[in-house]
């Protein structure tokens, strides 16, 4: 089994490249998605992040109003990391029992948007960062997701660098041109993943 773990800042096109790698036969692991999961209605989870950051965190239907807890903790690094605190051992508890099903000649693709935050490089056989500039990544944030460039820049500084995420990688996907440019390049890092996993 070959573990990767894919990054990428907000914005980067990081879950475009995941989508493509899954369509190709890798066994992806969405960090997010698990972390949904995790603060889900009647969760323990979500038990502990209302008694943190109080009901107001809710929705009408009880379900967790990610926006709203977005605009207390990432503004707030101290609040960030309570957060944090809550998710991230649930997240790994959960992402160890699906790596554990996982046949043994698997390319194990693991998304995980806070890889370097984290000092979660040494888990991985090798790291994948999805890489483009600041500006593009603020563009995207404006355009696609209809995020105000406020928010999308505090989001982005709330990461690791471009530098830092750079130097954790040992493979990094350009996606600072169009996403019909990704398809080329991911096919590359596919070819030379499976090529890792045959000798691993």
Known sequence: M?????????GSGKSEVARRLAASGALVIDADAIA??????????LAEVVAEFGAGVLDA???????????IVFSDTAKLERLNGIVHPRVA?????????????AVVV?????LVENGLQGMYDLVVVVDAPEEVRVRRLVED??????????????????????????IVVDNAGPIGDLDARVAEVDKELRARADRA
């Open 110 to 114: 693991y998304d995980v948007p806070l």
């Open 36 to 45: 949904r999961e995790v603060v889900e209605p009647g969760t323990p989870g």
């Open 61 to 71: 239907d009880g379900r967790l109003d990610r926006p709203r807890l977005g605009a």
């Open 2 to 10: 070959l573990r990767v773990g894919l990054t990428g800042g907000i």
């Open 145 to 170: 997701r209809g995020m105000p460039e406020e928010q999308a820049r505090a989001r982005i500084a709330a990461q690791a660098s471009r530098e830092e995420r750079l130097a954790a990688a040992d």
């Open 93 to 105: 508890e959960r992402t160890e029992e699906l790596m554990a099903r996982a046949p043994g000649d």
